[in-house]
């Protein structure tokens, strides 16, 4: 027992710390961890103290700007299907395919503007878009050719289906004979041929017999004959007809 007050000299440090093992001196003690010795090898490879020559950077910079380059064109060619994705005017080009029933858009989210025979298109649903195929390059191959727009015509088996979708979108809820399921910018001017852009429930006549054409009809062939001609541009026509076909039809029709 320690009577308070009183000095007790402490035994000498070899006697506390007799019976213990003294750490190697190459591990010194820091608090309870031992630090583990840096091997000697380790320093056998000095780091280089010179840079690669200039030439060779450059060689390395270009090559790697070249990769970019190439990389962002093969992206940019899978995207858009090797053509651009608008054409001179504006519109969209589509790569939709004639043999399979396209998404329309939500029913009850587009809304016509007018009524009856001179109604046109929601532009947000059907702002109308193009066939890459068909440019001035190449119309008397396509559109100037007849018979042509015979081979790129979707079936009943695909239009039928994608009619009611387009009505149920358009709000119309009537015989589906009383609507033309119709291209926005037509066939005969190089129109996406399957493209839920470029098509819509087109009002048509109460009631017809035998081959008719409604007023829309005969513009679309009043400006196939004005582009195949030379009179009027490809891409003037297809614009005019999908901005607002009533003020081409009073124009051109």
Same mark, same amino acid.
């Given at each position: 027992?320690?009577?308070?007050?009183?000095?007790?000299?402490?035994?000498?440090?070899?006697?506390?710390?007799?019976?213990?093992?003294?750490?190697?001196?190459?591990?010194?003690?820091?608090?309870?961890?031992?630090?583990?010795?840096?091997?000697?090898?380790?320093?056998?490879?000095?780091?280089?103290?010179?840079?690669?020559?200039?030439?060779?950077?450059?060689?390395?910079?270009?090559?790697?700007?070249?990769?970019?380059?190439?990389?962002?064109?093969?992206?940019?060619?899978?995207?858009?299907?090797?053509?651009?994705?608008?054409?001179?005017?504006?519109?969209?080009?589509?790569?939709? /395919? #004639?043999?399979?029933?396209? =998404?329309?858009?939500? *029913?009850?989210?587009?809304? %016509?503007?007018? !009524? @009856?025979? $001179?109604?046109?298109?929601?532009?947000?649903?059907?702002?109308?878009?193009?066939?890459?195929?068909?440019?001035?390059?190449?119309?008397?191959?396509?559109?100037?050719?007849?018979?042509?727009?015979?081979?790129?015509?979707?079936?009943?088996?695909?239009?039928?289906?994608?009619?009611?979708?387009?009505?149920?979108?358009?709000?119309?809820?009537?015989?589906?004979?009383?609507?033309?399921?119709?291209?926005?910018?037509?066939?005969?001017?190089? /129109? #996406?041929?399957?493209?839920? =852009?470029?098509?819509? *429930?087109?009002?048509?006549? %109460?009631?017809? !017999? @035998?081959? $008719?054409?409604?007023?829309?009809?005969?513009?679309?062939?009043?400006?196939?004959?004005?582009?195949?001609?030379?009179?009027?541009?490809?891409?003037?026509?297809?614009?005019?007809?999908?901005?607002?076909?009533?003020?081409?039809?009073?124009?051109?029709?």
């Amino acid at each position: 027992m320690i009577t308070p007050g009183v000095y007790v000299p402490l035994p000498p440090r070899h006697a506390l710390t007799a019976g213990l093992e003294e750490p190697p001196a190459s591990h010194p003690s820091v608090g309870t961890d031992a630090l583990s010795p840096i091997p000697s090898h380790a320093y056998t490879h000095p780091m280089p103290t010179s840079r690669p020559p200039r030439g060779a950077l450059r060689a390395c910079a270009a090559a790697f700007a070249l990769a970019l380059a190439t990389a962002a064109c093969a992206v940019a060619g899978a995207r858009s299907g090797g053509y651009p994705r608008t054409g001179p005017n504006g519109l969209a080009y589509s790569s939709a /395919g #004639a043999g399979i029933v396209q =998404r329309q858009p939500a *029913p009850g989210s587009c809304h %016509a503007r007018g !009524s @009856g025979l $001179y109604s046109t298109p929601d532009p947000l649903c059907t702002p109308g878009a193009l066939n890459p195929a068909v440019t001035d390059a190449t119309i008397d191959s396509t559109i100037c050719r007849p018979g042509w727009t015979a081979t790129v015509r979707p079936p009943e088996s695909i239009t039928e289906p994608e009619k009611l979708a387009s009505m149920a979108a358009y709000g119309e809820h009537g015989s589906a004979s009383a609507f033309e399921y119709d291209h926005l910018v037509p066939l005969e001017l190089g /129109g #996406a041929v399957n493209d839920p =852009r470029n098509l819509w *429930p087109e009002p048509d006549y %109460a009631s017809v !017999s @035998g081959f $008719y054409r409604n007023p829309k009809d005969h513009l679309e062939l009043a400006l196939k004959r004005l582009v195949c001609d030379g009179s009027l541009p490809l891409s003037q026509a297809q614009l005019s007809i999908a901005v607002h076909w009533v003020a081409a039809y009073r124009r051109y029709g």
